[in-house]
């Protein structure tokens, strides 16, 4: 019998502020296993990090962004 995981979105104030940034740590995200898909809004003054989770947890993502040299934390809902 195959399950699927639900779908959930974790939104993180980050300090991934530009391009090189972005560039910096997309392999760490792009390579995270449970991680559907993820984008920075580097317009914003939080430059949110919207992360689609399909079995990465919170705190993976925390310590994934984090080894690549960013600050991160979760935002309020």
Known sequence: MHT???LKTFTFKTNIKCSGCVA???PALDNEPGISSWKVDTSTADKTLTVISDGAT???II???????FNIEPTKA
């Not at 310590?63 to 040299?69: C, F, P, Q, Y």
């Open 58 to 60: 919170e705190a993976t």
């Open 63 to 69: 310590k994934t962004v984090k080894a690549s040299g």
């Open 24 to 26: 910096k740590v997309s």
């Open 4 to 6: 699927n995981n639900e």
